[in-house]
């Protein structure tokens, strides 16, 4: 099965499920989901960012069914930023190919990353990680990589436009796991997954 992970961490004031998905299949196993589901943006011309959207919405999908199966109504920001409108529940998805991740969180904004290994973080990761970070880990590839997807997960889960990774986003050392920081005074768990291939962060806004 394709399916690399799926969970739900509960508390009693969230309630997070996440799917992460490897792609072994065509665009067609897919696009189960609602017609209005479908995204136009002339982005995805190309097939393979298609495929890779087209996933990422079927493993959202497949986590809403999982909820109810009532209407859900999946929308685009301003930002091009998926929501559900009329809706307690937020949503983040994302995607490095071949791998795709959903997240949605009731009530609690929340944010998902996943990066595979072999990106070239060494050369990016002076500009989002601050002087004291890169220190920190710029001999470790894995670290990197990780602080990569908790620094976007963060940011998705804020959406706040001008959000700075070097100054308004510090990470702590890895030593827990989930762990939690302050962003601008508000306070953000993040919970991280190390696989063969991929680091994965969700960021959910206490």
Same mark, same amino acid.
């Given at each position: 099965?394709?399916?690399?992970?799926?969970?739900?961490?509960?508390?009693?004031?969230?309630?997070?499920?996440?799917?992460?998905?490897?792609?072994?299949?065509?665009?067609?196993?897919?696009?189960?989901?609602?017609? %209005?589901?479908?995204?136009?943006?002339?982005?995805?011309?190309?097939?393979?960012?298609?495929?890779?959207?087209?996933?990422? &919405?079927?493993?959202?999908?497949?986590?809403?069914?999982?909820?109810?199966?009532?209407?859900?109504?999946? &929308?685009?920001?301003?930002?091009?930023?998926?929501?559900?409108?009329?809706?307690?529940?937020?949503? /983040?998805?994302?995607?490095?190919?071949?791998?795709?991740?959903?997240?949605?969180?009731?009530?609690?904004?929340?944010?998902?990353?996943?990066?595979?290994?072999? &990106?070239?973080?060494?050369?990016?990761?002076?500009?989002?990680?601050?002087?004291?970070?890169?220190?920190?880990?710029? %001999?470790?590839?894995?670290?990197?990589?990780?602080?990569?997807?908790?620094?976007?997960?963060?940011?998705?889960?804020?959406?706040?436009?001008?959000?700075?990774?070097?100054?308004?986003?510090?990470?702590?050392?890895?030593?827990?796991?989930?762990?939690?920081?302050?962003?601008?005074?508000?306070?953000?768990?993040? /919970?991280?997954?190390?696989?063969?291939?991929?680091?994965?962060?969700?960021?959910?806004?206490?």
């Amino acid at each position: 099965m394709p399916q690399i992970s799926s969970k739900s961490l509960l508390s009693s004031s969230n309630a997070l499920q996440w799917m992460i998905w490897e792609i072994t299949e065509d665009l067609t196993f897919f696009q189960t989901f609602p017609e %209005n589901w479908v995204s136009n943006n002339h982005q995805e011309i190309v097939s393979q960012k298609k495929l890779e959207s087209s996933a990422a &919405r079927f493993c959202l999908w497949t986590l809403c069914q999982q909820i109810s199966e009532g209407m859900w109504d999946l &929308r685009k920001d301003e930002r091009n930023r998926p929501y559900f409108d009329q809706s307690d529940y937020q949503i /983040s998805l994302s995607h490095s190919f071949p791998f795709v991740a959903a997240v949605i969180s009731h009530k609690k904004t929340v944010g998902i990353d996943l990066e595979r290994f072999g &990106r070239n973080v060494e050369k990016i990761g002076p500009r989002f990680l601050s002087a004291e970070e890169w220190n920190r880990w710029q %001999n470790s590839h894995g670290d990197l990589t990780k602080a990569w997807t908790c620094k976007e997960a963060i940011y998705k889960a804020m959406g706040v436009p001008g959000l700075a990774f070097q100054q308004d986003i510090q990470l702590p050392l890895f030593a827990n796991n989930p762990f939690e920081i302050h962003v601008r005074d508000k306070k953000i768990t993040i /919970s991280t997954e190390v696989f063969e291939d991929f680091a994965c962060s969700i960021a959910s806004e206490d």
